[in-house]
């Protein structure tokens, strides 16, 4: 019992089967969970990453394993792509892409409010190593072509982004970077494949932090890459053989066994999230909210255009917000003020303006205007889980009231 065709299935089946055939040793219906850190072969193999291929069986779990390998076949037929590679780590599978594929003298565009491990890497650990880096507003198409040059190798979108929910146009981006040589790699992590598949609107690479809503329980770590064979293969060998950010075999079979409900939790997470946005663009304490699937969203028609699902991440402002984050510390009953996303459990936290523009974000002139007129003082970024919807509107009049 084997999926015969991957093209044919829904999204719900291919979340559950793809990748997953049964174990042919064992006839187990659930995948193995296989911790070995090294295989017994019955041929001489090569010591040397560079001889690592399709072909070569598993010799060490830093180079391949096989829950592993489950995991990336399943994430790759779900981003409609040939490969992919885990990581540790979101940040590994961003930092392996960009230390991999680009080289001194090269030139990065990345949004000037990425997430801001990316941000902070690629501005201070790039630049280090010779690369220029041109933080800019990467929804601003117009923006995007004035920034290339005849060295950018990448151009680095994030969408929906962090804190503001800001789509980038990934199919425009894509024949602004066609014919110049130049990367398109997506962080896809607020969307999930089960929103936007960046693949089929003309992205080289997509990025994705599995310890968010593809996990979806907030207790693995895990990164990935998917695109083209011809793109993954030397980043195998290089960036996970040699950087070594390999991810648990532990982690990965944890993280298989959350994508199984990934589809059904992405349409709770984006009504959930539509519930609450709609209670706090109402509540007279708030003055703004950025959902992309309210139609006050300022690119709403770019976000339906591009996303089969609005995700379940929203971020609303207040004035004073210090005071509602002191009492939310306190007072939240079912929410936990806390970092990170794309639990089933409903997390929210100030992402203050301050701290940021001053630490992860490059702006000035017009762009820290821009950003200051849409964030204030600080930004509520909610992450919004799948508890019953009233129960999360109870918990946040409570400390709003
Ligand atoms: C969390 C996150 C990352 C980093 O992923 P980790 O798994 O925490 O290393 C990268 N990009 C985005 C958009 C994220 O939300």
Redesign the pocket.
Same mark, same amino acid.
């Given at each position: 019992m084997a999926l015969k065709s991957t093209a044919d299935k829904g999204i719900q089946t291919l979340s559950i089967h793809a990748g997953e055939d049964p174990d042919p040793a064992t006839g187990a219906s659930a995948p193995s969970l296989v911790m070995s850190s090294t295989f017994v072969v019955d041929e001489e193999i090569s010591f040397s990453a560079h001889n690592l291929d399709a072909e070569t069986p598993f010799v060490y779990t830093r180079w391949d394993n096989p829950t592993t390998q489950q995991l990336e076949h399943k994430l790759a037929i779900l981003e409609q792509t040939e490969a992919c590679i885990a990581f540790a $780590?979101?940040? @590994? @599978?961003?930092a392996a892409v960009m230390l991999a594929h680009l080289s001194q003298g090269d030139h990065l565009i990345i949004s000037n409010t990425n997430?801001p !491990?990316?941000a902070e890497f690629a501005r201070e650990t790039l630049t280090r190593l010779g690369i220029e880096v041109s933080p800019i507003d990467t929804t601003d198409l117009q923006a995007i072509a004035g920034a290339m040059r005849d060295n950018t190798r990448m151009l680095w979108l994030?969408t929906p $982004?962090?804190p503001l929910l800001r789509i980038a146009d990934i199919r425009a981006a894509s024949d602004i970077a066609r014919g110049q040589n130049c990367l398109l790699v997506v962080?896809s992590?607020?969307a999930s494949p089960i929103a936007t598949r960046p693949m089929s609107l003309g992205a080289d690479l997509v990025?994705h $932090?599995?310890?968010?809503y593809i996990g979806g329980h907030g207790d693995a770590? !895990? !990164?990935a890459v998917c695109g083209r064979k011809a793109l993954l293969g030397p980043l195998r060998g290089e960036a996970l053989v040699h950087y070594g950010g390999v991810i648990s075999p532990f982690n990965a079979w944890l993280i298989m066994r959350g994508m199984a409900t990934l589809p059904l939790r992405m349409r709770c997470h984006q009504q959930n999230a539509l519930e609450l946005a709609r209670f706090l663009q109402d509540h007279d304490k708030i003055e703004r909210v950025f959902y992309p699937g309210l139609e006050s969203h300022p690119q709403h028609d770019l976000a339906r255009a591009q996303m089969d699902n609005f995700s379940g991440m929203l971020s609303f402002r207040c004035r004073d917000p210090k005071a509602l984050a002191q009492r939310m510390m306190q007072h939240l009953e079912v929410i936990h003020y806390a970092v $990170?996303? !794309?639990h089933h459990r409903s997390l929210i936290y100030l992402m203050q303006t301050e701290d940021l523009i001053s630490s992860s974000y490059r702006l000035d002139g017009d762009e820290l205007d821009k950003y200051r007129d849409s964030a204030g003082d600080g930004l509520f970024r909610f992450s919004v889980g799948l508890e019953d919807s009233a129960d999360l509107i109870r918990d946040l009049e409570q400390v709003l009231a």
């Open positions: $780590s979101g940040m @590994a @599978a961003s997430y !491990g990316t994030e $982004s962090n962080d992590t607020f990025v $932090s599995l310890t968010k770590m !895990g !990164g $990170s996303l !794309g």
